[in-house]
């Protein structure tokens, strides 16, 4: 049985990248030899077997053919006379285009090592644009390997563009395209993976809705920037700085939705825009299927991150009611995920990237001086009802002043 390690695990041992998986080729056998020899079957649409001990991915050499639009559009053709270097013909871009022997000898019949060497995400035959997913796994290498300086080769970038005139993008499913995005936004540059789709034109089809901010202006003073697209971008890039959570990132990128509503005659002023994008944002996780507990911090997030960057002018009731509506007085909270996010878009301002946000820990010790409070007196006045509910409120919203009252007084004397 002739294998040879393929793809991914290639390309991150010339990187000097961890390896977390290794998939298997298999050239010259059969799904019939396979079985007899141990292997599982595990693949549905392509003769993919888990070997019989380490349960790694073994696949038959293979070719495709396109036959309808869209990343289904596939006849597959596994057999014994598929050749190695046809099956990496097949393959997106050179660098996941390499094989390795036992032996460790680099089998490279379309120069990925060489790419690999001048940082390019090159495709690897015409055959790229039959595959909208493409798209997406390019953009995601990017975000994945944007640190250490690769960009997507021009030649690769007009093929992607023909394709999204093309219509190809268009076939894309919301459970690949979230697929996609997820795996993105937790790479080590997630920005990169909307700017590549900018790019080449794909924005705009799959996430209309972030491709709206670009041209959007907001107030110079208090956006260098200026371009509330940009803003966007530089908010995740903050994110992706202070939380290894997809959620974060996801949150910090959509925040600010609704700006792209304002009618033009208001800009730079964007008044209410936490309001208008609550819709956008609901519209956009509905179509992509985003898992609720992202849709719930992105909403959070949205609604109430301006409350968030005034949180030391804020009254007491009002910074108690924003606290009970995060949920920040429960077991389960997820105040310091909304924390992050709102701390990112602080900092995804040009010449704001390092500066502090008080505001973080203002908000924590109030969630903490509110859930301290000993809600038993309430109880035990006989109180029923709504009456309950209101009394709790009160005596948090004077923890949360005592607080208040506290934080300014030691300020003023540090001053």
Known sequence: MKTYLVGGAVRDRLLDFPVKERDWLVVGETADSMLAAGFRPVGKDFPVFLHPIDHEEYALARTERKTAPGYKGFAVHASPDVTLEEDLLRRDLTVNAMAMTDDGELIDPFNGRRDLENRILRHVSPAFSEDPVRILRVARFAARYAHLGFAV???????????????????????????????????????????????????????????????????EKYHPEIDTGVHSLMVLEQAARLSDKAEVRLAALLHDLGKALTPSQHWPSHHGHEQKGLPVLAKLCERLRVPNHFKSLCAQVMRYHTHCHRALELRADTLTDMLQTLGAFKPDSHLAEFL????????????????????????????????????????????????????????????????????????????
């Open 153 to 219: 080769a021009e030649e690769t970038l007009e093929l992607m563009r023909k394709m999204v005139v093309a219509g190809e993008v268009d076939f894309l499913v919301a459970e690949r395209v979230w697929a996609e995005l997820h795996k993105a936004l937790l790479e080590r540059t997630p920005a990169a993976f909307f700017q590549v789709l900018k790019d080449c034109g794909a924005l705009q089809v799959v996430f209309p809705e972030i491709d709206a901010l670009f041209g959007v202006p907001q107030p």
């Open 340 to 415: 992050q996010a709102c701390e990112a878009d602080a900092r995804g301002r040009t010449g704001f990237e390092d500066r502090p946000y008080p505001q973080a820990d203002y908000i924590r010790s109030a969630a903490m001086a509110a859930t301290a409070v000993d809600t038993s007196a309430a109880l035990l006045k006989g109180l029923q009802g709504e009456q309950i509910g209101l009394a709790i409120r009160k005596l948090r919203a004077q923890a949360v002043n005592d607080y208040k009252q506290r934080y300014h007084h030691l300020t003023i004397e540090s001053a």
